[in-house]
């Protein structure tokens, strides 16, 4: 199992969406990097849902339901599907993320513009410690 932490706008779609919807489809994802992040994404993978721009902030735990499949008529982007497992009892701050010495390689600090990068075994587990799971 692969770690990932997917970001998304509260207000255009945040994780309360999410747990009324049940499951999504993570496509819209314009990036050559991101999208080769989902393209390796798998079917029970797990992944945190992150709130970009105002929030900045981890705050629940998604599965992978789907591998990638095409998104977009030309079939150059991807998508996969996710569906929420648990929503973490401490949002997860930007600030703390960065405050925190054994997170400083992770790869959301290294390459900030990505709304999909990978988390190694050893940050998923700092990140749910901070998340209080």
Not at 30 to 43: G, P, S
Request: net charge neutral; hydrophobic share 45%.
């Amino acid at each position: 199992m692969a770690f990932w932490l997917l970001r998304s706008e509260p207000e255009v779609y945040g994780w309360p969406e999410l747990v009324r919807d049940g499951e999504t489809e993570w496509d819209g994802v314009r990036n050559y990097t991101a999208r080769n992040f989902l393209k390796a994404m798998a079917v029970g993978d797990r992944a945190l849902f992150y709130h970009s721009n105002t929030a900045k902030a981890a705050v629940g735990v998604m599965e992978v339901v789907r591998a990638w499949r095409p998104d977009g008529a030309d079939g150059q982007w991807a998508s996969v599907a996710v569906r929420p497992v648990a929503e973490l009892k401490r949002p997860v701050t930007l600030a703390a993320i960065k405050a925190e010495p054994r997170l400083a390689a992770l790869e959301m600090l290294r390459q900030s513009r990505l709304s999909v990068t990978p988390v190694r075994d050893e940050e998923w587990a700092v990140l749910l410690e901070m998340g209080g799971q």
